[in-house]
């Protein structure tokens, strides 16, 4: 085969995952701008290697030919969860999108696997717009949490660096940490009211002094100057005293005057 057509075969794989990772990064940000929680933290992407492929067609005895069709990861996206029930939800927002459609699922969380590695793994058809037209092909998703996706980075390196060969007190090692990301990701579940608390009224501070600010910014073009520079500075007022249910409020009143000048302006 050629390496062109390899280039070729594998440029659908990559605007999967651009497309993909778009999308995903698209929740995280439609979520924190309404003031809400994104249970996606980050998202990423990678088309895995020419090299990576045939090591992996010889691995499961895949003709070169029928890579497309058998290896299920050739585009991998990776979201990465704060706590493990988002992961379920994020599962859950995948199989209600109508732009992909799941094809199997793994829970490595729940049927943790001999190395220790846990993760969701969701294999789903995603259909690209190519250059040759509509193709169809297979997307491996991997949801974790941020402690599972250390654990999994830092064993992934030693497996590539060991091979099958890896000392048996380093595997030793590596359970007894997979056993304590097991307990890490417990502990702050218990605490993850506080943390989601936390988290929201930050998000939801920044969307409403973003919103506050570009209403006294479109005042200024049409109402008086002075009178917008005493609602800047009653906004710096309410701001420094902190409470956000008063930012709100003064939020809302901004809107009223507002939209009383752009009835004025339809007359
Ligand atoms: P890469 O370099 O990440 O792409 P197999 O691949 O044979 O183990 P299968 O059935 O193809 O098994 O898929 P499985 O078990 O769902 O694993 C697919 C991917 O999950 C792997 O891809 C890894 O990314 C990850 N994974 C699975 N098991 C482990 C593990 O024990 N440790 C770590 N760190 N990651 C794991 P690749 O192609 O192996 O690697």
Redesign the pocket.
Known sequence: MEIQLWREILEPYELAVDELVVKFRHLIKANRQGGKYSPIEQVNG?V?TIS?IL??CQ??DVAYDQFEEK???IA?IRIICQFVEDIYKVAEIIHNRTDMKVKSE?D?ISNV?????R?Y?MIVYYTVESVKGPKEIQV?I?IRTLAMDF??????SL??KYKKNMPAVLRDRLHKAADAIVVLDEEMASVRDEIMDAQNSFNLKASVVSEILTTIQNLYKVANKREVVRIQDEFFRVYNEGDLNELARFGKELDVIAESYRAQSLR
């Open positions: 990678r895995k990576s090591e992996k691995k499961k290896i299920e990861d991998g793994k490595y696997k001999d190395s220790g590695y993760s793994h491996e991997q654990w999994a980075t830092i064993e992934h497996q590539y």
